[in-house]
C-alpha cells in the first residue's frame, strides 16, 4: 500500500528516526529535514527525501510533524529563519508537535502559525521511546481543535494509541502528568534495584517475581533490566529528563501545586547531570544510588 500525499518530518534524531521507519513501512512518502545532517544522511538511507528547511517540508506536505529537543527548537522550526511560517499558504494543512514543550509557549506559537497561514496546530507529544516509534506503539496524547484531529486521526492510529485531551495545550499537559508519573518512577526504580544488590537478591528476577502484582509495570520490565546490566546506550538522555522535570516544576509553581516527589526527582537528576552523565540513558540515575549508598 502507499499512500499517495506526503507527511512532512522535521526532527530525525533517535525519535524521528523510530517514526520516519514506521511511517514508510506503512506507506507512506516522507519528507523531512534536521539541523544535524548525519541525521538528515539516515533518514535518507531509509527513504526519507531531504529538504532544504522547515518551510521547505511544509510546502510539499499537507501535514506536518515535529519532533525536536526543546521548546526553543520548536520555535525556530516554525518562527525562525527558513521557518514553517514562511509558508504563504497554509491553508488546509496541519502543524503536529510531538516534542515535549512549555504549555504557554505552544499556545503562541499555535496562534501566531494560524494567523500568519491559516495552518492548523496540534501538539501531541508521545510516551514510549523511539523503539515505540518504530512498532507504532506509542502513547500519543494531543491538544487541538475538533477538525485538525479528525483530519490527522488515520494517521496518528499508525503510529499509536491516541488520545484526543482538549483544545491546543492539552496535549503538553498531559504529558507533564506522565513525566511526572514516569520519572519520579525512574528514580523509584532505581531505589529498588539499589536494595536488591544489598540484599544480594538476583535482582534481573523482580520484574517476572512482581509481574502479577501491583508493582508490575511497562516501565519496569523496560527499565530495570537496563539498570542491572549498567545499560546507559541513550534511548533519551538524562538532560532532556532534567528539561522536562524543570518544565514540570515551572509549571506546578505556577498552579501552586506541591509535587514533592517529581520534586526529589529533580533534585537527583540534577546531581547527575551535574556528575556530567548527561548524555547518558535516564537509566543510569541507578549510579547515583550507588554512589549514595557506598558513601553511607
Known amino acids: 500500500m502507499t499512500n499517495t ?40 538511507a ?20 515535529v519532533c525536536v529537543i526543546s521548546t526553543t527548537a520548536v520555535e525556530a ?46 501538539d501531541a507529544p508521545v510516551s514510549g521511546g523511539p523503539g515505540a516509534a518504530a512498532e507504532g506503539r506509542l ?12 483530519a490527522i486521526q488515520p ?11 482538549g483544545e491546543v495545550g492539552a496535549g503538553q499537559a498531559t504529558k507533564l502528568i506522565n513525566q511526572a508519573l514516569v520519572l519520579s518512577n525512574y528514580c523509584v526504580i532505581a531505589e529498588a534495584c539499589n536494595l536488591g544488590n544489598r540484599f544480594g537478591i538476583d535482582v534481573s528476577k523482580i520484574p517476572d517475581a512482581l509481574s502479577s502484582g501491583y508493582a508490575g509495570s511497562n516501565l519496569l520490565n523496560d527499565l530495570l533490566p537496563r539498570m542491572v546490566e549498567n545499560d546507559f546506550e541513550p534511548r533519551g538522555y538524562a538532560r532532556q529528563i532534567l528539561k522536562d522535570l524543570h518544565m514540570l516544576q515551572d509549571a506546578s509553581n505556577a498552579l501552586n501545586v506541591p509535587m514533592p516527589m517529581a520534586g526529589t526527582a529533580n533534585s537527583l537528576y540534577s546531581m547527575l547531570v551535574a556528575q556530567g552523565k548527561g548524555e547518558l540513558d535516564g537509566a543510569a540515575i541507578v ?9 553511607e
Open 5 to 44: 500525499s506526503p507527511i512532512g518530518f522535521i526532527g530525525l534524531g533517535k525519535m524521528g528516526a523510530g517514526f520516519t521507519s514506521r511511517l514508510i513501512e506503512s506507506g507512506y512518502s516522507v519528507i523531512g529535514y534536521d539541523i544535524d545532517d548525519t541525521c538528515c544522511q539516515a533518514a535518507r
Open 46 to 65: 531509509r527513504g526519507v527525501d531531504i529538504a532544504e528547511s522547515p518551510a521547505k517540508v511544509a510546502e510539499r506536505a499537507e501535514i506536518i510533524q
Open 77 to 122: 522550526v516554525i518562527l525562525g529563519e527558513g521557518g514553517i511560517v514562511e509558508v504563504a499558504q497554509g491553508q488546509g494543512k496541519t502543524l503536529i508537535d510531538h516534542s515535549t514543550t512549555e504549555l504557554e509557549t505552544t499556545k503562541r506559537l499555535a496562534r501566531s502559525l494560524r494567523e500568519r497561514t491559516g495552518m492548523q496546530f496540534v
Open 139 to 150: 502513547a500519543i496524547m494531543a491538544g487541538g481543535d475538533q477538525a485538525a484531529i479528525d
Open 155 to 165: 494517521l496518528m492510529t499508525t503510529l499509536g494509541q491516541f488520545t484526543h485531551m
Open 287 to 295: 549510579s547515583l544510588m550507588e554512589g549514595i549508598t557506598q558513601e
